[in-house]
Structures are given as C-alpha cells and as structure tokens.
C-alpha cells in the first residue's frame, strides 16, 4: 500500500494544521492507520493511531486533547487535525499502516514520505 501525505506547512504557535494521508488501496479493517513525527536529531515517535475498521483510535499523551484523527473509508484517506500547535512540534510526519496497535515504528510495514510542519513562535 502506497500512503502519500499532504497537508504539512509553516504555522505560528497556537495554530491549527490538519494532515491528510491517502492510501493507494483500501486497508484492511484490521488494518491500523498511525500518524508518527521525527524532528531533527530525534527518534521517530508515536503521535495517534486508528484502526481502520472501528475507528478505535490512540494518541500520544502529548498531543491527546488537541489533537484527533480521524478516516474517511470512502477515500481512503486518514486525517490528522492539530490544535494549539507548539513549537517543539516542528518535525516531519509520517503517515504508516500496520497489522497491529503498536507505539514502535517497527512494527508498520507501510510509510509514506512524510510532510514537514514547522511551528514558529
């Protein structure tokens, strides 16, 4: 599965960004849809999960309360809406697929080429 990200750009803190992720084929209900962020010198991290069929969905402790994701099956497409944006939240995010919950980048099979955001004081 091909997962191409849009949606990244430069915004100041306390601003609003939304990040779409469009699959190129429908994943499986099992399927689980992760958005995960690197910023520079960093280890990729877990930013929010959801599983495609249930729409049962995980964040990060970090973002949980501003942030939300969500899916449109009939597009194929995941979301991930950020609120109150900080500015140690510039990175790049990617959008992954796996076969499980997992906070591991390891264990996704599927990336995509991710999309920078950049929060500016």
């Known amino acids: 599965v091909d997962l191409v990200e849009s949606g990244g750009g430069v915004v100041q803190a306390g601003a609003t960004l939304r990040l779409s992720c469009t699959a190129s084929?429908?994943?499986?209900?099992?399927?689980?849809m992760a958005w995960f962020r690197q910023a520079p010198g960093k280890d990729r991290e877990f930013v929010a999960s959801?599983?495609?069929?249930?729409?049962?969905?995980h964040y990060a402790p970090s973002v949980k309360d501003r942030f939300t994701i969500s899916r449109t099956k009939s597009e194929n497409t995941v979301y991930l809406e950020m609120n109150n944006l900080k500015t140690d939240e510039t990175a790049v995010y990617y959008c992954a697929r796996g076969s499980s919950l997992s906070y591991s980048p390891k264990e996704y099979q599927d990336w995509g080429q991710g999309t920078q955001v950049t929060v500016s004081a």
């Open positions: 084929g429908r994943p499986y209900s099992s399927s689980v």
């Open positions: 959801i599983r495609w069929g249930y729409g049962t969905t």
